[in-house]
């Protein structure tokens, strides 16, 4: 079975400055890779993901994450953050084949941002 | 577009009662899973729906149970609820099969037992 860890589970940055929240994953067979952020009393919302190719994904919001096999990461970085970004992170990884294709989360990273 | 509707958003029920969750999915999607949040368990897989088929099924007890009608639409059901099924209860859909255009999560409904 799939695992997803996330080693920071607070990461307080100040505004403007850059931040990469770190997410490693555990699988024997191929996945894909998903960022999700939570922010207070709503759902997750898809931020990027991996499924094949360039193995850099970025969203429009700035944020960018990098998949790599060797290390088993797939950390999100973002170059300068905003108060906005405050919001819980979830990695998530998923089978790329098979029947169990459901969502393996790690435990979330809450990031906030000070001014 | 309307996003994923889930209602109701707030619950609250007593020990011993039963629930019915309801989620309508974005329009065009057929794949429909559901997850539990909770501060100590984390995000939890619990089932997931395509075409009115329980394709897969998370590590929970019998007591949770789902169904997804010919519209996409998914309810789920919790009976004899217990203290530990206080949770924030998500549903996400997608268009493709398997989430791998990934998954648009509803707002949630967050059952509180009591």
Known sequence: AQSVTQLDSQVPVFEEAPVELRCNYSSSVSVYLFWYVQYPNQG??????????????????????????????????KPSVHISDTAEYFCAV?????????????????????? | ????????????????????????????????????QTPGQGLQFLFEYFSETQRNKG???????GRQFSNSRSEMNVST??????????CASSLLDRGVDGYTFGSGTRLTVV
């Open chain 2, 1 to 36: 577009k309307a996003g994923v509707t889930q209602t109701p958003r707030y619950l609250i029920k007593t020990r011993g009662q039963q629930v019915t969750l309801s989620c309508s999915p974005i329009s065009g999607h057929r794949s429909v899973s559901w997850y539990q």
């Open chain 2, 59 to 65: 590590n929970f007890p019998g007591r949770f149970s």
């Open chain 1, 44 to 77: 997750l919302q898809l931020l990027l993901k991996y499924l094949s190719g360039s193995t850099l994904v970025k969203s429009i919001n700035g944020f960018e994450a990098e998949f790599n096999k060797s290390q088993t990461s797939f950390h999100l970085r």
């Open chain 2, 81 to 90: 609820l217990e203290l530990g099924d206080s949770a924030l209860y998500l």
């Open chain 1, 94 to 115: 998923s089978l790329s084949s098979g029947s169990a294709r459901q969502l393996t989360f790690g435990s979330g990273t809450q990031l906030t941002v000070l001014p």
